[in-house]
């Protein structure tokens, strides 16, 4: 008889080699088991840590409220809020009664905040050569860099009455962002009635038509500005800025 024939899969090399361990397993979960001393030591980092901030939360005192949110806007009484502008010189809303107040809420890192900026300049130009009450006025983010707002200022050629949110000392936004409830969301721009009421929201980049059609609607919606309350120091301010 024939020799037998060796066998083919003989030759494969690591047939007769026991075949490679399984990955090691625990829990139903590969690795598991190799960085399982692990786990135990995260746990408890994360609940340490999760404790931790619910602590913080419950310790620090509640932020005040703002004056006006802006789903109340509509004839909600503007605060008077003050601002110090970038030349020293300090502005106050109630300064402004008896004028339509447009205020612009910006930051220099803001594309369309910086989009809109000569429009609101071109509306401040035609007040100041048409004698209408109008006031202009921006207010910068307290957490922008003075450097980079006023350089972007001198940029556009900006001359109507620009100021920084900075009058606190608390941290986070301005007082002025907080009292009409902006909360970060810019360009915002506030339209003020000469009797000193909110007329309205405007959202985002504004044109040129927006805010005139803004300014005669809050012209129109406005009540008598009581006798003796207008000052005249501030539109002369206003109109100084040319």
Same mark, same amino acid.
């Given at each position: 008889?024939?020799?037998?024939?060796?066998?083919?899969?003989?030759?494969?090399?690591?047939?007769?080699?026991?075949?490679?361990?399984?990955?090691?397993?625990?829990?139903?979960?590969?690795?598991?088991?190799?960085?399982?001393?692990?786990?135990?030591?995260?746990?408890?980092?994360?609940?340490?840590?999760?404790?931790?901030?619910?602590?913080?939360?419950?310790?620090?005192?509640? %932020?005040?409220?703002? %004056?006006?949110?802006?789903?109340?806007?509509?004839?909600?009484?503007?605060?008077?809020?003050?601002?110090?502008?970038? =030349?020293?010189?300090?502005?106050?809303?109630?300064?402004?009664?008896?004028?339509?107040?447009?205020?612009?809420?910006?930051?220099?890192?803001?594309?369309?905040?910086?989009?809109?900026?000569?429009?609101?300049?071109?509306?401040?130009?035609?007040?100041?050569?048409?004698?209408?009450?109008?006031?202009?006025?921006?207010?910068?983010?307290?957490?922008?860099?003075?450097?980079?707002?006023?350089?972007?200022?001198?940029?556009?050629?900006?001359?109507?009455?620009?100021?920084? =949110?900075?009058?606190?000392?608390?941290?986070?936004?301005?007082?002025?962002?907080?009292?009409?409830?902006?909360?970060?969301?810019?360009?915002?721009?506030?339209?003020?009635?000469?009797?000193?009421?909110?007329?309205?929201?405007?959202?985002?980049?504004?044109?040129? =038509?927006?805010?005139?059609? %803004?300014? =005669?609607?809050?012209?129109?919606?406005?009540?008598?500005?009581?006798?003796?309350?207008?000052?005249?120091?501030?539109?002369?301010?206003?109109?100084?800025?040319?």
């Amino acid at each position: 008889m024939p020799e037998h024939a060796p066998d083919q899969w003989s030759t494969r090399p690591g047939h007769d080699e026991q075949p490679e361990s399984e990955p090691e397993t625990a829990h139903g979960r590969v690795g598991y088991g190799r960085y399982g001393k692990y786990t135990p030591l995260a746990l408890a980092l994360l609940m340490v840590l999760g404790l931790a901030a619910i602590g913080w939360l419950q310790w620090r005192a509640p %932020a005040a409220e703002p %004056a006006i949110r802006p789903g109340q806007l509509p004839g909600t009484a503007a605060p008077d809020a003050s601002l110090t502008l970038l =030349d020293g010189t300090s502005l106050t809303l109630s300064d402004l009664l008896g004028s339509v107040v447009v205020l612009n809420f910006w930051a220099s890192w803001c594309e369309p905040c910086r989009a809109e900026m000569p429009v609101l300049q071109a509306v401040h130009d035609e007040a100041v050569v048409t004698g209408e009450a109008t006031a202009v006025l921006g207010v910068g983010i307290r957490t922008d860099h003075d450097a980079d707002a006023r350089a972007l200022v001198h940029q556009l050629g900006l001359t109507y009455p620009i100021g920084r =949110d900075t009058d606190t000392d608390a941290p986070g936004i301005g007082p002025i962002e907080h009292a009409f409830g902006i909360q970060g969301a810019y360009p915002s721009t506030i339209i003020i009635r000469p009797d000193g009421a909110v007329d309205r929201l405007l959202l985002g980049e504004v044109t040129a =038509d927006q805010v005139r059609f %803004a300014i =005669d609607e809050a012209r129109a919606n406005a009540g008598p500005v009581a006798s003796g309350s207008e000052s005249s120091d501030g539109k002369e301010l206003v109109a100084g800025y040319r």
